[in-house]
């Protein structure tokens, strides 16, 4: 199979090359785990964290990614939840405990992390993780729904935020814009605010229904009841933790923090980033059900993605694009028919 590996870790600036199309044999599945040929996979930015070393690959060479459509071609012993050219999908999570708290068991091992992932023609899963994809998706559709969308929807309930109050969203890719939609479907009387760094993306948040957009560190019209945060960086912590009311929340959706800006922490003030009782809470991988409930309610609503779409051999590009460009929703590897 053709398959893009990471073979050494670098930051992107010395290596903006990082993968390599190369030729791998096809995967077989083991019991209980079924093949699937790949259709199209997600481009996230925990790409970028494993290939500038933030969130190490335990070998290399592996095969990134994450956000995993495509159909089952081939079942190992045992396995009786899907039928051969069923199309499924598989998310960040590629095994864990099953416990409601898998997402923070030792257990837990990441598709395109710990195993072999979805730049590639086969990926192996096993049926317990594989999902059912709602036939109102096309391929590149349903890509960024297994981590952009599963983790966004994560992300909203650990806001804790209720029906007419104010949502903040620092940061606005390929999650960003598919908790907006969420967001307003879920808590109509509310109203979502968004923070975001380039010109383009305020305009398509405003274009998708928030009620604001500004800069990071632009000052909200109104204080947030909570905010989630998507960035690479710091900076937009800090701006959110000014921005929250009283008793407020910020939600940090992201496996790492970038080190480019870390010295702004030297200003975190007491008084006006902490003070009355202000929360921070951060998201953890992602569980099985999260993927399963988020994958029903976009469907209901139903969701609309945005996407960029890129082939197997682009790779590359899509990464330095999602670092470097304006973001306009997801970046999507389309790999096959």
Known sequence: M?????????????????????????????AGEILIR?????????????????????????VPGHEVIGRVVK???GCSEFAIGDRVGVGWIHHSSGAPDENLSPEFRATGRDVNGGYAEYLTVSERYAYAIPAIFSDVEAAPLLCAGGVGFRSLQLSGIADGQSLGLSGFGGSGHLVLQLARHLYPAGSVLVFARSAREREFALELGACWAGDTDAEPPQKLHAIIDTTPAWRP???????LRPGGRLVINAIRKEDRDRE??????YEK?????????TVANVTAADIRRF?????????RPAVQVY????????????????????KVLKISE
């Not at 912590?237 to 921005?243: D, E, H, N, S």
């Not at 702004?264 to 003030?269: E, K, N, P, T, Y």
């Open 2 to 30: 053709r398959a893009m590996v990471l073979e050494a870790l670098a930051p992107l600036a010395d290596n903006p090359e990082p993968l390599r199309l190369v030729e791998l044999p096809d995967p077989e599945p083991a």
């Open 273 to 281: 980033h902490l003070w009355l009782e202000k929360e921070l809470k």
């Open 237 to 243: 912590v800090l701006a959110a933790m000014r921005a």
């Open 75 to 77: 079942k190992g012993a």
């Open 264 to 269: 702004l922490l030297a200003d975190l003030s």
């Open 38 to 62: 790949v259709l199209a996979c997600g481009v996230c930015h925990t790409e970028i964290d494993e290939i500038e070393g933030r969130v190490r690959p335990p070998r290399l060479p592996i």
């Open 311 to 330: 082939g197997l051999e682009q790779a590359n590009e899509a990464i330095r694009d999602l670092q470097c460009a304006d973001v306009r929703g997801a």
């Open 295 to 303: 994958l029903g309610v976009a469907a209901e609503i139903p969701l």
